[in-house]
Each structure stands twice: as C-alpha cells, then as structure tokens.
C-alpha cells in the first residue's frame, strides 16, 4: 500500500508565502515523476507543476515565476514554494506520484488535498 502526506497548507495574506510538502511512504519500488494539481471552488482540477526524476520542471503558465516545485529523492518526497500568493491561488492543493510498487506495475497515487487561502 502506497499512501502521499501533504503537509503545509493554510491561510496567508495577499502576497504572503506558502511551502507544500508531499512525503509518499508504503510498498514503494520506485518513484516517476511527481507534481501538484489544484481544485478551486467550481472549478476543475488543474495542473500546477510537475518534476522528473531528473529534475526537470513544468509549471502552468500562470504559476511560472511565482511557484517553485522540488524534490528529494532520497526521502521521496515533493515541495512546492509558492510566492506572492494571489487570491485566485485559493484551492484544495493535491500532490501525486507516478509509483510502481514492483517492477512491472505503475501507477499515480494521490494525496488527500491541503487546502490552501489567499486572503485580499
């Protein structure tokens, strides 16, 4: 059993800083690539930023510059530094994992979400 922990979330002011932090822990062969999604109210789920096992990053557009997504990979786990937060930032903030779990089975595990509030 594969299980993601995100941690960091919270209410920060207009321009304020964030941290997220995903830890993935249980029947773990090997982990892909990882990244973060995020839901609004309403609205659908949408790609923040993903990172490779290399380190190689992809944000959306509206992240670039504002939000930075690392990882470590010794402890398999994936952060997201997110900077001059904007209102519209509000969201419930979900990490994934691309994992197998042996060397034939692959998969995209979830975390639970970390809410995260932008207030003007």
């Known amino acids: 059993q594969v299980q993601l922990v995100e941690s960091g979330g919270g209410l920060v002011q207009a321009g304020g800083s964030l941290r997220l932090s995903c830890a993935a822990s249980?029947?773990?062969?090997?982990?892909?690539?990882m990244g973060w999604y995020r839901q609004a109210p309403g609205k659908q789920r949408e790609l923040v930023a993903t990172?490779?096992?290399?380190?190689?990053?992809n944000y959306a557009e509206s992240m670039k510059g504002r939000f930075t997504i690392s990882r470590d990979n010794a402890e398999n786990t994936v952060y997201l530094q997110m900077n001059s937060l904007k209102p519209e930032d509000t969201a419930i903030y979900y990490c994934?994992?691309?994992?197998?779990?042996?060397?034939?089975?692959?998969?995209?595990?979830w975390g639970q979400g970390t809410q995260v509030t932008v207030s003007s």
């Open positions: 990172i490779t096992v290399g380190g190689t990053s």
């Open positions: 249980g029947n773990i062969y090997s982990v892909g690539a």
């Open positions: 994934y994992a691309a994992i197998k779990t042996s060397w034939y089975q692959l998969r995209d595990y």
